[in-house]
């Protein structure tokens, strides 16, 4: 394991924390949790809480109405703090499905508190923009059609 790298306490997976598609490395590539390091600003590890964070649901990075890419929303376990994460080039795609598909599993309530926090919780409509972008267009064309 090399000086950047960490263990998930989640899951016990050795992690390199050299990320891939993002700048900070922040999750677990294969169950997703995260620790409560950063506070304002992704990557400047000011956060004091420590608490792990589960990931929630799926999103996407919205710019100007148009949906951008998929993103992760973490809830600390600790203080109740939300925040929203790329997703990295080594994530396990299966992992993010899993996460979509408790998307739509969550209770009325869950769903009023995440969009209290400003977070738009992905549905059944955005499956095929979660799917391209998970494995590619050809893919998520024959994915979609079984």
Known sequence: MTERSFVC???GLDVDSEPIGTDHRNHCPSCLWSRHLDGKTPGDRSAH??????PVVLTFKYEQEKTGELMLVHKC???GAVSKNRIAGDDK????EC??????????????ELEGQGVKILTETDEREIITQLYGKPEAEGRLRE
Request: proline share 3%; aromatic share 4%.
């Open 9 to 11: 306490e989640q899951c």
């Open 49 to 54: 809480c420590g608490g792990m964070m589960k």
């Open 77 to 79: 376990m600790l203080c």
């Open 93 to 96: 795609p299966e992992s993010v």
């Open 99 to 112: 996460l979509f598909q408790k998307c739509l599993e969550l209770s009325a309530e869950e769903i009023k």
